[in-house]
C-alpha cells in the first residue's frame, strides 16, 4: 500500500529487498528499480523504512550511513528498545520521522479539536480499545504491533503522554497476547486496552469531558458521535449529536505530508517526530515492566 500511495503521489520509486516476493511485488506495484541493499542507491530524495519492527534500528542506521541526512519516514513503532530509539533521535532530530496514520485520521483529529476548543467542558480523559483477531507480526507481540497507535493518538489529543501507572499483561503458554493499562497524572487520565484474541475487530478512542464524550468507534467511520451527559440527558435515552467529515485514506495522508516536507524544503514537517517515536517506544518500555511487577 505504500509503494501504491507513493505511486499515486507521483513519485519515481525504487525498492530495496533481497526477498522474492518482495521484489515481484515491487515490479507489480510500478518500482522503477530495485537493489539488494541501500549501499546500492544514489540519487534519492527520501526513505520509507517498511520492514519488521526488530530490523528497524539498524536499517535506518544503515540509510544514515550511506544517505547522509536525508529524511526519513520509518513504520511505527521507532524500534524496541528505548535506548536505540534515543540514539536515533540524537542521530537525526530534524529527519527523522515516525509513520503514526492516527494522527491523519480525520475522526481523531475532530476529537482532537473538540479538546482544544473545550465547547462540552474540561477534558477529563481517553479510553482506548484496540482488539482483534491474531497478530500479523511475527517478530513482535501485539503489545508493539498495537500500543504504538493508540500512544500516537494520546499524543495528537493531549499533545503528550502521561505517566504510565498500571498495566498487566494477558499473557498465555503461547505469549504475551494483550495489555490493560494506566496512564495519568494531575490533569488528565488515558485507559488501554489491546488484544490479539477478541472474535472481530474493534477500535474504539472515547474522549470525556465534564459535559459528555466524543467517540470514533470503527477506523473506517466518517463521523465521530457526541454524547452530553447532564442528569437530564442520562434520565432518557441517549441520541447521540453526529459530527461527520470526509475520510481521506491516512496512509496517503501521511505519505503525502512526508513527500510535500521534501518538495518544499522541509517547511512543514510530518507529525511524530523523532523524539516523539522515543517517547512512545519509552512508555511502551515502561508499561511492559510495571506489567511484568503486576503479573
Known sequence: MILRDLKMLNCD?????????????AIDGGAIEIFNSIEEVTNIDGVVVAVNTI???????????????????????????????????????DNLFVMDKWRYHRGILELARLAKEGTMGTLKGIKLIRNGWGNPHNDVDCTWHLL??????????????PEPKFAMFDQTKFGIQGMS???????????????????????NTVVYFDEGFAQLTDAYHDSIEIFF???AHLGKKPVPEILS???????????????NFIKDGNKTAPK????????????IEKLREIAKIST
Open 13 to 25: 520509486v525504487v525498492v530495496v529487498s533481497k526477498a522474492e516476493k518482495s521484489r515481484k511485488n
Open 55 to 93: 530490523y528497524h534500528y539498524q536499517e535506518i542506521i544503515n540509510v544514515l550511513q550511506s544517505q547522509g541526512n536525508i529524511p526519513i519516514f520509518c513504520e511505527k513503532p521507532l524500534c524496541v528498545n528505548s535506548s536505540e530509539a534515543y540514539e536515533l533521535f540524537k542521530k537525526a532530530p
Open 148 to 161: 504504538p497507535h493508540d500512544l500516537s493518538i494520546v499524543l495528537e489529543i493531549l499533545g503528550y503522554i
Open 181 to 203: 493499562g494506566w496512564m495519568a497524572d494531575e490533569k488528565y487520565w488515558v485507559s488501554f486496552e489491546v488484544s490479539e484474541r477478541y472474535p472481530g475487530h474493534k477500535r
Open 229 to 231: 451527559t447532564s442528569n
Open 245 to 259: 467529515y470526509k475520510n481521506d485514506l491516512p496512509l496517503y495522508m501521511e505519505l503525502k505530508t512526508f513527500t
Open 272 to 283: 511524530s517526530s523523532a523524539y516523539e517515536g522515543y517517547t512512545i517506544v519509552k512508555t
